[in-house]
């Protein structure tokens, strides 16, 4: 019997990540054995506070382990979370995955996929015959800053909604209006790991058009690195 293959995946939030992991995990297969690291897992509150967004910084919205929202400062994220990722970097895994669609990780010995690289990348291709696409990120502060490894051949509409809002109704509703907010787009793009399929699914009902969910694109390629 051949060895499992062995996938490593970094949250710039709080591991374990049971909101994205076992989706993703279901699309792998069950000879893939999964490890999670965080890149907040061994800070204390003083630590983690000090990765608050600067004034100005582009921020980032995750996860935290007992299911609370946090944002940080995206340069002071990206940073801690390539150190933990380098860290693991000689831990004999196949392939490593930051689990968000916003960060660039430095070359490393293991085998990277970067989320906003596949999903960007994708995008823009399915793009070059539509008109127009819709992308949802999961603050509004995200919306001015917000940009794409590559361009696209084609309109886009930005609009915004949290993965990690913590009351279910709420969540839905956001989503719902999102979701209408970009009905006039050919496709939409769910911009964020932290996006489940129930809200994909909420999304694509109060709009009519076709959705991408981010941690799905990657599974999907994931899978086919690991078959």
């Known amino acids: 019997m051949s060895a499992p293959r ?11 990540r049971i909101d994205v992991v076992p ?5 792998l297969g069950a000879h893939v054995r999964i490890d999670e690291f965080g890149a907040l897992d061994d800070l204390d509150a003083a630590a983690i506070a000090a ?6 910084a582009y921020r980032f919205a995750t996860r935290m382990r007992d299911g609370s929202q946090v944002e940080l400062d995206s340069v ?14 000689a831990l004999g895994y196949d392939v490593l995955v ?4 916003g960060t660039a990780i ?14 960007d990348h994708a995008l823009a291709g399915i793009a070059r015959h539509c008109r127009k696409v ?6 509004a502060s995200q919306l001015e800053g917000f940009h794409m490894v590559c361009e696209l051949p084609c309109a886009s509409r930005l609009a915004h909604a949290s993965p990690y809002e913590p009351d279910r109704a709420r969540a839905l509703a956001r989503f719902a209006d999102a979701g209408r907010e970009l009905a006039d787009c050919d496709l ?14 909420a999304v694509a009902q109060a709009s009519g058009r076709p959705v991408l969910l981010s941690n799905r694109l990657v599974a999907q390629s994931l899978a086919q690195l690991l078959e």
């Not at 062995?6 to 374990?16: E, H, K, L």
């Not at 930051?98 to 669609?101: A, I, V």
């Open 134 to 139: 819709g992308l949802m990120v999961p603050l």
């Open 23 to 27: 989706e993703m995990a279901e699309v």
């Open 76 to 89: 002071l994220a990206e940073e801690r979370l390539e150190r933990v990722m380098v860290d693991a970097d």
């Open 188 to 201: 939409i793009v769910m911009h964020c790991m932290g996006y489940a399929s129930w809200m994909r699914e």
């Open 106 to 119: 430095a070359t490393l010995r293991t085998l990277v996929l970067e989320p906003q690289q596949v999903v």
């Open 98 to 101: 930051p689990l968000c669609t």
């Open 51 to 56: 990765m608050a967004p600067r004034s100005g």
């Open 6 to 16: 062995r996938v490593a995946f970094f949250t710039i939030g709080q591991s374990p």
